[in-house]
């Protein structure tokens, strides 16, 4: 008995133990970019503070920007220092900084890849990196395909010496189906798919993750998950920010493609999955693909009528301060039609979700920065309550961010001698219920990249399948030029509540 207790003892310590990854050097194409500055190195930084990585671990910063070694890290330091209120250790980014390293070159010229290759391999020699990579692209879109291509040309697609090659591809993913198409198809002639990291941030963060937790592993869940029991799904993705410096690049993107084609349809995906055969990459990803290609496609004529709006901030108050119109904005077209708001109706054409309206709403300058998944229940078929009636349905609400948590709304009654009924809310908040401080998401891609796992990571037909939902909206958006102005701070055009109106439903106010 005692032998049978202690092995299981040893068994639930192993499973504690953190997976370190093995020796690795990772290049950043764009490495003199904000997101290298701002997401990437604090991540590692964080990832060596928790121990998690190996000691043979190193940097490689790739960009135009002409800087020596010392100059990148000191860059960096003044970025991490900005982001770290409470201050970088000096001990852990002396060890962390002797590890990062800069090579000015045009990632569009051979000669920077054949220099590349050879710093690669002295720092096989110098700091044991074994041979594995990791090729990260964090510049331009535009650059990927000729990246890949002069990694491929300098046979970079695969790992020296017996090491592993892998390749990060931020979004977007590119700008329509055929652009997705033909960008897997470039990356495919020099990396295998099982090479390929497609990375979307919110797979990475905690409470995304919760909703399969919340799913499939409690029973009173699942059994309501379905169109016997839910009367229609809301996603949101509200931010109270404006476009600030990115003028430029949104006037290219707009919210469609920031924002829906990839945050917004990853958590739909989850939310409407049926259950993986186990938590593993294919299992789950191939789940979500399915659920991809049961989305109803939306006639081109159909568009603005019944199913999507597309809406512009202009000038308003968002927490007491009055902030300029999109239109007004640096770097903007004055008479811009380019969309800041969102709002689109799906269904699901599946057993388990059929005639069941999904509704998502995405935008810029909204009253509060919220993103939350919100399951609205049917009402029951009688109450015997005098007012019940009257009650606010039954919503089960997944909060993203800011306030990490899940929350239910149900009918109780008040206390008194009467029998009166009144809607509350019962709130789990990761903060209180959990002492693990919650990682960022990009610590978590990272080492889950590091160590060989693409479950959270995008697969090939996602992208396309996405971006094949969403290519009816763009056309007919091309072919017009209406857009809806709302105020800023206010919750978005009326049009867009107009959308659940003529369904006798409304937006929830989170």
């Known amino acids: 008995m005692t032998d049978t207790r202690l092995s299981t003892d040893v068994l639930r310590d192993k499973k504690r133990l953190p997976k370190i990854p093995e020796p690795t050097a990772a290049v950043i194409f764009g490495a003199s970019g904000d997101l290298t500055a701002r997401k ?18 190193a940097v490689v910063g790739v960009s135009r920007t002409a800087m020596s070694h010392d100059e990148f890290r000191k860059k960096l330091r003044a970025s991490l220092e900005k982001q770290r209120p409470g201050g970088v250790s000096d001990d852990v980014w002396d060890s962390f900084s002797s590890g990062i390293f ?19 391999k002295k720092l096989d020699g110098e700091r044991g990196t074994a041979g594995n990579r990791i090729f990260y692209l964090a510049s331009s879109p535009s650059l ?29 993913f590119g700008r329509d189906l055929a652009s997705a198409r033909e960008l897997n198809e470039d990356i495919r002639r020099y990396f295998e798919e099982r090479q390929i990291y497609r990375i979307d941030h919110y797979l990475g963060k905690e ?141 699901i054409d599946n057993w388990r979700w059929a005639g069941v309206p999904f509704y998502a709403r995405t935008g810029k300058r909204l009253p509060k920065r919220v993103t939350e998944i919100a399951i609205q229940f049917k009402p029951t078929p009688h109450t015997p309550f005098a007012g019940a009636e009257v009650l606010e349905p039954n919503v089960l609400v997944v909060r993203v961010q800011p ?74 958006w091309a072919q017009s030029e209406k857009v809806f102005l709302y105020s800023a701070g206010t919750w978005g055009p009326e049009e867009a509540f107009d959308l659940l109106a003529r369904d006798g439903r409304k937006w929830r106010r989170p």
């Open 207 to 347: 409470t995304v993750q919760n909703i399969l937790a919340l799913r499939f592993a409690n029973g009173i869940f699942e059994p309501l998950w379905n169109q016997h029991y839910v009367d229609h799904v809301q996603i949101t993705v509200a931010e109270d920010i404006g476009v600030g410096r990115r003028g430029a690049f949104y006037e290219e993107a707009g919210a469609l493609r920031d924002i829906v084609q990839n945050h917004l349809m990853q958590v739909l995906c989850l939310t409407a999955m049926e259950p993986p055969v186990t938590f593993d990459a294919e299992s789950v990803r191939e789940e979500k693909v399915k659920v991809l290609k049961a989305v109803r496609r939306i006639p081109d004529d159909e568009v603005e009528e019944y199913a999507a709006v597309r809406g512009q901030y202009a000038r308003g108050w968002v927490w007491g301060e009055e902030v300029p119109g999109y239109r007004e904005e640096k770097n903007v077209d004055p008479d811009s039609t380019t969309e800041t708001f969102v709002a689109l109706k799906m269904f």
């Open 102 to 120: 800069y090579l000015p070159g045009d990632s569009k010229e051979p000669e920077t890849y054949q220099e590349l290759k050879g710093f690669l």
């Open 40 to 57: 990437l190195i604090p991540a590692i930084y964080d990832l060596t503070e928790g121990r998690r990585l190996p000691m043979e671990f």
């Open 144 to 172: 990927f395909s000729a990246i890949v291509e002069r990694l491929g040309e300098a046979g970079m697609n695969e790992g020296e010496t017996g090491g592993w090659a892998r390749l990060v591809v931020e979004k977007p």
């Open 403 to 476: 306030e990490e948590g899940i929350s239910m709304k149900i009918g109780a009654k008040v206390p008194g001698s009467g029998f009166e009924i009144r809607s509350v809310n019962m709130d789990l908040l990761y903060g209180t219920a959990f002492l693990e401080e919650v990682a960022d998401a990009y610590q978590r891609l990272l080492l889950d990249l590091l160590l060989g796992d693409p479950t959270l990571f995008i697969r090939a037909d996602e992208t396309e399948g996405a971006w094949d939902i969403l290519d009816p909206v763009m056309r007919a």
